[in-house]
């Protein structure tokens, strides 16, 4: 994913901001998901 981002940030040109802020968004979204998702495992 790192690598994705670093390849991103070499291309602002090429890709419109919004698109790189959703793309960060949604990425973030999903790491919380994850994060909740690992919570309730070692919840049960």
């Known amino acids: 994913m790192k690598k994705l ?14 698109l790189l802020q959703a793309l960060v968004e949604t ?3 999903y790491v919380l998901l994850n994060e909740r998702i690992k919570q309730q495992d070692n919840f049960y």
């Open 27 to 29: 990425h973030e979204y």
């Open 5 to 18: 981002f670093d390849w991103l940030s070499l291309q602002p040109d090429r890709i419109p901001k919004l």
